[in-house]
Every structure is written in structure tokens, then in C-alpha cells.
């Protein structure tokens, strides 16, 4: 089972932009379409963004769509770096990476996650 170590997370602004990164060790993220997810308090994770396994098609819920987010992978360094913008309440949670889970299972142990607080 791979690891995963994700950073970046703080708190910002609202409307300010913040670019998290994942990096795995112990399983190549190439071999797996991978997703982002949150947790916001009292809630159950869900996937926010999922990148195909070649970085090659994106899928991003709806919220982070009209902030117009991106994510792209570097699998020379196995790490995943999400960069979301325009960053409203809504998008406080913790953040975790994983393989997308609808593609068969997380392939990966979670790891901490990172922090992100969104300040009016």
C-alpha cells in the first residue's frame, strides 16, 4: 500500500487563490486515475477532482468548476498539485488525496490531509 503526503493548505482570503500538492511514495501514481477529496466538519469525505491516469481528462464537481480550478500531475515526481482560485467560504476542508476510488478501490493509505480555512 502506498503513502501519500499532502501540503499546502493555510489560510487565505476569500477570493485568493492556494495551489496544494500531494506526494506519494511506495506506489507510482501513473499506474492510477487520481482524485482530491474533502472533508468538511460534520460531513463525509467526498471526491472534488479526479485526473485520469495520463492527466489527459479532468473531472471537477461543480463548485470547484466555477472558480475555474485546475489540477495537474507530475508523475516524474509522483505528486499531484491542485491549485484551486477564487477560493469562497465553501471551500474550507481538510484535503486529502487518493487513487478515484471508482476505479476500483484507494489504492493508497490516507495520509494527514491539509488544512484549508477560507477568511472573509
Known amino acids: 500500500q502506498g503513502q501519500l503526503d499532502e501540503s499546502g493548505g493555510g489560510l487565505v482570503q476569500a477570493g485568493s487563490s492556494l495551489r496544494l500538492s500531494c506526494a506519494a511514495s511506495?506506489?507510482?501514481?501513473?499506474?492510477?486515475?487520481m482524485a482530491w477529496y474533502r472533508q468538511a466538519p460534520g460531513k463525509e469525505r467526498e471526491i472534488v477532482v479526479s485526473i485520469s491516469w495520463s492527466g489527459a481528462n479532468t473531472n471537477y464537481a461543480t463548485y470547484l468548476v466555477k472558480h475555474s480550478s485546475t489540477i495537474i500531475r507530475d508523475n516524474a515526481k509522483n505528486t499531484l498539485y491542485p491549485q484551486m482560485n477564487s477560493l469562497e467560504a465553501e471551500g474550507a476542508a481538510m484535503y486529502y488525496c487518493n487513487a478515484d476510488y471508482r476505479s476500483g478501490r484507494y489504492y493508497f493509505n490516507w495520509g494527514p490531509g491539509t488544512q484549508v480555512t477560507v477568511s472573509s
Open positions: 511506495g506506489r507510482n501514481i501513473s499506474d492510477y486515475n
